[in-house]
């Protein structure tokens, strides 16, 4: 019986043994690549839309009304200052400048006649063969003829610069816009709708906004006791046009609004640009991107974080190279790196790849070799 109980044990003994020699060893702890989080001097983008404008956008007018003899310009033209552009009918104002010179003619006569009478009567009175009376008048009527003659002056001046204007021609070089008047339409000077714009983009003003918050900031980053002591301190900037490229001429900020515009809460801001092969336009959009300089900046590659529920993510790795997921704050972006103001501190260390299979507390091996590698990169 004793036998038979000891046989027992060791067969129990044997089975034990063997389920703990075929159970799976524990798995080892992932590979990961790390990175110490340093501070350095950085750049960030910001970007604002912007609406371009040339530095003289003039809307073409007549000055009186008439039929439309001539168009002279097309569509999108180039013309110079003084070309002519368009012809009204002449005659209307032709015949009216004749009146008036005429009417000048008649007063310069009159003007004569008394002018003979005075000289006629002048001696007599010295002579007292006729009365001062008759000197005295005429001399008034004198004077009157000598007004008239100015009030004719004046007339024919008026009919002389409206006859002018039937010749309408462009104030300033630039590119010419729609023309929704054609050859023998009727104009005036009361029409709602112009001839045309006139467009100067040898040099063109990109407008954007900045928010209260922005304004404040870029008050505060730059030295000066007033605005335009600031915008001389600022960097260029670069105009991004609606097919994402970058616009090769780079433009200097050169105004800012007196106030804030009450239904945004924004404030407008100019930058002006050179175009000297006239590839942009008035109308044009894009957008303005502002280099923004940041000193002792902390930098987190993008690949290195992970985001959800609205929430961007780290995971920190402990001196028992435990993972921790850790939440920042990301104001900026800088290359493929965020520049990060919560959750991470110079010295910390984070994984760099192979973060969304990593559990909270996680242990992982850090790759020290990539360590350095990743730091050189991301100063780089």
């Known amino acids: 019986m004793k036998k038979i109980i000891f046989l027992s044990l060791m067969a129990v003994f044997l089975i034990s043994c063997s389920d703990k020699s075929q159970a799976p060893a524990a798995a080892p702890a992932p590979l990961l690549p790390v990175m110490a989080v340093t501070t350095e001097t950085t750049t960030t983008d910001a970007e604002y839309p912007a609406a371009i404008q040339g530095t003289v956008d003039v809307e073409i007018r007549p000055q009186v009304s008439g039929n439309l003899d001539r168009v002279l310009v097309d569509e999108g033209a180039y013309v110079t200052k003084g070309q002519t552009l368009f012809k009204i009918n002449e005659r209307p104002y032709r015949e009216q400048l004749n009146t008036a010179l005429a009417s000048l003619h008649a007063a310069e006569a009159s003007y004569i006649n008394a002018q003979l009478e005075v000289d006629k009567l002048t001696p007599l009175v010295q002579n007292k063969v006729v009365s001062d009376y008759q000197l005295k008048s005429a001399k008034a009527s004198q004077k009157i003829a000598a007004a008239n003659i100015e009030q004719a002056k004046a007339i024919a001046a ?146 290195a974080t992970i985001e959800m529920q609205d929430k961007v993510f780290v995971f920190t790795v402990s001196k028992e190279n435990k993972v921790t997921k850790m939440p920042i704050t990301v104001v900026g972006k800088s290359g493929a790196n965020y520049l990060i103001k919560d959750g991470v501190k110079s010295g910390d260390q984070i994984v760099l790849s192979g973060i969304d299979k990593l559990q909270e507390g996680q242990l992982i091996q850090p790759e020290k070799s990539a360590t350095k590698i990743a730091q050189i990169i991301n100063k780089k």
Do not use: C, W
């Open 158 to 303: 008026s009919a002389k610069i409206n006859l002018g204007y039937t010749n309408i021609t462009a104030p300033v070089n630039g590119y010419i816009g729609r023309l929704p008047k054609k050859q023998g339409s009727l104009v005036s000077a009361t029409d709602v709708e112009a001839l045309t714009t006139l467009s100067d983009v040898q040099e063109v003003y990109a407008y954007f906004s900045l928010s209260e918050t922005d304004f404040i900031q870029f008050k505060s980053k730059y030295a000066g006791n007033s605005i335009g002591d600031k915008i001389k301190k600022l960097p260029p900037v670069t105009l991004i046009l609606a097919d994402n490229s970058a616009y090769p001429q780079t433009g200097k900020i050169d105004m800012v609004d007196g106030q804030f515009d009450k239904t945004t809460g924004a404030i407008t801001v100019r930058a002006t640009f050179p175009n000297p092969y006239k590839t942009l336009r008035s109308g044009n959009t894009g957008k303005i991107r502002l280099g923004l300089q940041h000193d002792d900046a902390i930098l987190v590659p993008q690949s």
